[in-house]
Each structure stands twice: as structure tokens, then as C-alpha cells.
């Protein structure tokens, strides 16, 4: 469960819920409704899917879970399975950048005969990705036999030839789910439950977010509310997106974050720069600037009611004082006050707060941005589900790998 909190964003600077009758939510509304009614858009039903084919992926002995692919296939994965482990990384191995020293120290570490191999990839063509499973192949031929398992996830490309021709396990992503916006498919679902996680939670989440979000009256439907108020403030120049976290081990939702506003929202001329926030730590080196640098910025407070772990503390303070409180009443105060102080410098904020960091709630806050994200771009008036400027790099790259990485003095 969560509670969003809009009163510090509607009520200081230049944005007034005066200002909420210039934009044409309802608008927004309805046409993102038409578009997941009729399945234009598939990121709504796939929450209502059967469950029971995820039996497939069960890992009942616990082995490794390898899982390689990049940005959409791979982020909100991460995002899930960093959000509720705390700190403790057994069996779970990802890959997707193709920086040679993590790819290299990753698979050093990782026994493949131990492992299921999870290669995901929508498009079958993703440069990171496809190195990335071939690397894993030359290290499985070097095996004198294979014991793992390796499952693609993929609708095409030259993955799926791979897949088809060495006779692997291959599944498919729905074709009207975009891949930044496929976690509760097959993509991020798989993993997870081989990594023991309880998806149907993460989806009733999901559907309990989901009866929100089909709320015509924007005060009781956050993703709507949540875009409209950055699309105001957007408009009236502040086009940074920061996200704020209080719980560290969101890191990954935040770069799932990332991606889904960037190539989502960024398109002619339009859209927020998402901005990743680590509280308390950024107070000592963002803070500054976004209290008194250019007012460009909406910030996003995450926190939550509830640590998993959490203990008392008796300390002195500069004055010698005794204080006696919890760890978690420490970073509590520590974003009531940013949030204070920001509000009196008049930058806008909104708070979310998880009730605890459980499946539930990271799975109702992941489907809020999803739908938070798709109402924008109604407002803006954009296909908010292709990337096309991100098209031109890989063909510029492609070019340059083909001339075997010949890239002069360029
Ligand atoms: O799943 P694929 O096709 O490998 O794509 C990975 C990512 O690359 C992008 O196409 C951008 O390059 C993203 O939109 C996508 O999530």
C-alpha cells in the first residue's frame, strides 16, 4: 500500500489547482483508457494474466539466476529483486551493461552449471545483449558438459534464431507491451519467481493500483494526478524530475524510473529529466543545488512507515545532549526536513510512502508511474511507447563495431 501527498506542489510556486482546470486530463484519460481497453497498449491486461504458467521457472533447489539483457528487459527485474533484498545478493547475477570489467568479473564468479540462464531481449537485435550471450556461450563450450539451463525470452532478432537453432527454451513478450513497460510480463516475472520471489503479490499490487488509476476524479487517481502536476510544473520551466529515496535499496527503481520517463516522455521537444536522488546521502551534495540553484526541478520524495530492519540508538549530540531514538526516526526527520526546507524555498514537492517495502507496494508504485507515464503522454500528445532518436545511435554504432571497432580519432 502508499499514500502520495501532493500538498507542497500545488500550493507553493506558480502552480495552483486553479491551474488544473487549463489542462485536458479528462482528455488524457480517455484516450489512454481507449488504448488499454481495446489492447493498443498491453501493460494493463498482462496484470490480469494467469499465474500458473510461471510453474515453468521454479527453482526449487535455489541455483544461480543469471539474468542478461538491457534497459526494459532487465531494469525492472533489478528494481524488484534489489527493492526487497536487503543487501543480501546470493544467488542472483545480473548483466546488461557491456562494460568488459563487470561483465567479465561477473562471470568469473558465477558456475553456469549452476545456473538458469535467463537471455531477454524484445527485439532479439540488442548490441549489449547479444556480446553479453555470447560470451556466456564460449564459456558453456569450454564446459565439458552443461548442467544449467538457459531460457530466452525474446520475440525476434537474431536471438531468437540463436535460441531456435541450438534448440533452447524460447517465450514470447505480448507485442503490445512495450519493453520499459514490461515487468509484469514474462520478462520481469520469470527471474523473479526463479529467484523465489511471490510474483501474485507483486501483481496484486499492481491491481489494487490499477482500480485506482481507472478513477475519472483526478484527486483520487495519483497517476493522474502525479502527471498532471509534473506536467504543469514542466510547463512553467521545470523540467527536472528528481526522484528522492529514503530507502537505498530503491536504487534500481530508480534507473527503471529513469528509463521509463526518458524514452517514454522525451520526444519533440517534451518531456521531464529523471534525476535519481539517494536520501539522506544527497543532502550533503545535491541539496544545495536544488534549494538554491535554478528552480528547474519537482522533487519526488520515496520513504516508507517501516524498515525491515531497525534498532534503537542512545547518542550525544554536539551539545552533549542525550538522545535516544530509532535509526529509522533519524532518516525520518532527516526527509521531513528537505521537504521542509525545499518547501520554503518554494520548490515543489510530492511525497510517496510505502506502508513497508514489500511486494505489494513496490509492485502498486511500479504500476502507478506506468500509468502516471502513459496519462503524460496524452497530455503531451506523443506516442509515449516508441524510442526513435535512440534508433540513430545503434545504427551509428553497428556501423562503427562492423569496422572492427575502428573508431579513429573520432
Ligand atoms: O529488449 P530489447 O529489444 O533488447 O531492448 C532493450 C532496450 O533497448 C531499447 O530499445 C533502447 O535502446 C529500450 O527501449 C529497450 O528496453
Known amino acids: 500500500m502508499l499514500k502520495y501527498d501532493y500538498k507542497n506542489a500545488v500550493n507553493i510556486g506558480d502552480v495552483s489547482l486553479e491551474d488544473f482546470e487549463k489542462v485536458d486530463f479528462n482528455g488524457a484519460y480517455s484516450n489512454l483508457m481507449e488504448k488499454l481497453n481495446k489492447g493498443v497498449i498491453g501493460f494493463r491486461e498482462i496484470i490480469y494474466d494467469d499465474l500458473n504458467k510461471y510453474n515453468d521457472f521454479k527453482n526449487e533447489d535455489g541455483i544461480n539466476v543469471v539474468v542478461v539483457g538491457m534497459g526494459g528487459s532487465i531494469l525492472g527485474t533489478m528494481a524488484i529483486y534489489y527493492g526487497l533484498s536487503l543487501y543480501n545478493y546470493n544467488n542472483a547475477y545480473f548483466i546488461d551493461n557491456s562494460d568488459p570489467e563487470k561483465t567479465l568479473s561477473i562471470l568469473k564468479k558465477v558456475d553456469l552449471n549452476n545456473s538458469i540462464i535467463y537471455i531477454i531481449s524484445k527485439s532479439g537485435n540488442t548490441l549489449e545483449t547479444l556480446v553479453n550471450y555470447y560470451l556466456i556461450k564460449r564459456k558453456i563450450e569450454k564446459l565439458d558438459s552443461f548442467k544449467g539451463d538457459i ?3 525474446t520475440n525476434g532478432g537474431k536471438l531468437k534464431r540463436e535460441a531456435e537453432k541450438n534448440n533452447y527454451k524460447v517465450y ?17 516475472l520469470a527471474p523473479l519467481y526463479s529467484l523465489g520471489i511471490d510474483i501474485s503479490k ?11 488509476c481507472q478513477n475519472k ?44 520517463f526518458g524514452e517514454s516522455l522525451g520526444k519533440n521537444n517534451n518531456g521531464l529529466t529523471p534525476i535519481l536522488s539517494i536520501g539522506a546521502k544527497d543532502q550533503h551534495s545535491l541539496l544545495q543545488l536544488y534549494m538554491d540553484g535554478k528552480k528547474d526541478k519537482v522533487i519526488t520524495f520515496i520513504t516508507t512507515e517501516k524498515y525491515d ?4 540508538i542512545t547518542f550525544e549530540d554536539i551539545n552533549d545532549e542525550k538522545i535516544s531514538c530509532n535509526l529509522s526516526n533519524i532518516i525520518k526527520c532527516e526527509q521531513i526536513a528537505t521537504e521542509m526546507a525545499l518547501t520554503q524555498r518554494g520548490v515543489p514537492n510530492v511525497r510517496i510512502t510505502l506502508d513497508e517495502i514489500d511486494e505489494f507496494s513496490l509492485g502498486a508504485m511500479m504500476y502507478m508511474y506506468e500509468m502516471q507515464v502513459g496519462f503524460m503522454g496524452e497530455l503531451y500528445n506523443i506516442d509515449a511507447y516508441n524510442q526513435p532518436a ?9 556501423k562503427l563495431i562492423k569496422e572492427c571497432g575502428n573508431y579513429g580519432d573520432r
Not at 175 to 185: A, D, Y
Not at 202 to 212: F, P, S
Open 172 to 188: 514470447s513478450i505480448p507485442e503490445n507491451v512495450p519493453g520499459r513497460f514490461s515487468v509484469f510480463t514474462v520478462v520481469g
Open 390 to 398: 535512440v534508433e540513430e545511435e545503434k545504427r551509428i554504432c553497428w
Open 309 to 312: 530492519l531497525d534498532e534503537e
Open 217 to 260: 476524479n483526478i484527486f483520487k487517481n495519483p497517476a493522474l494526478l502525479n502527471g498532471v502536476i509534473h506536467y504543469l510544473h514542466e510547463k512553467k520551466g521545470r523540467s527536472i524530475s528528481v526522484v528522492m529515496s529514503y530507502i537505498e535499496r530503491l536504487k534500481y527503481f530508480g534507473e527503471w524510473y529513469k528509463q521509463l
Open 151 to 153: 531460457i530466452f525470452i
Open 202 to 212: 507483486i501483481l496484486e499490487g499492481a491491481k489494487y493500483m490499477d482500480k485506482l
